[in-house]
Every structure is written in C-alpha cells, then in structure tokens.
C-alpha cells in the first residue's frame, strides 16, 4: 500500500481541524471560568440550599464557620449530603457568594 506525502498531510490537516473545533465546542458548552461566579453562586445556593434551611444559619450568634476554609468544607459537606449535582466550580462559586454576603472573610 503506497500512501503519498499529499494524502497523509491532508489526513493531518483534516484532523487537527477536526480536534480544534471540538476544543472550540467544548468552551461554548460551559468549560470556561464563570463571568460571575457570585451570581452563579447566589443562583445555586437559591436552587438548592433553601430545601434544607433558612438565611438564619448563616447570620446566628452560634455558627461554627469561622475560616474560608471551614465555609468551603461545610459547602462541600452540604453539596455530598444532599446529592446536589454541582462541579466544583459550582462549589466554589456558592462559597463566593456566601463569604461576600455573609461571612466577609
């Protein structure tokens, strides 16, 4: 079997255009950073954290979130306790949200 120069350059070319726009496809499908992670995250927390509880446990004399860290471990303890289908990102933008309206940490 002879395959020449031309072909297999061609099926290079063909491919490497091929994988780029799929990698142009995956980042208008959500792959990129979020515009404003706080609104997304106000948005979830609205969609999913009422089910469980009020505004009440944020702002109590006795809450036991002291750190950044501590809110995202509870956010995550959350997120896995009530099977809420969020990415980490998702997560993380809950905790934005949650630190600029609550906690200012």
């Known amino acids: 079997m002879n395959i020449s120069i031309s072909t297999t350059f061609n099926a290079i070319l063909f491919l490497s255009a091929a994988c780029m726009s799929n990698i142009s496809f995956a980042n208008d499908m959500g792959e990129e950073p979020l515009d ?12 999913h954290c009422y ?4 505004d009440d446990v944020y702002t109590r004399d006795n809450r036991f979130v002291k750190s950044i860290d501590a809110l995202s471990q509870q956010v995550v303890r959350c997120k896995e306790g009530s099977n809420v289908p ?9 905790v934005q949200f949650l630190n600029k309206k609550y906690y200012r940490f």
């Open 51 to 54: 089910k469980c509880h009020s």
């Open 36 to 47: 404003d992670p706080v609104a997304h995250g106000e948005e979830a927390h609205k969609n």
């Open 86 to 94: 969020w990415f980490d990102e998702d997560a993380d933008a809950v």
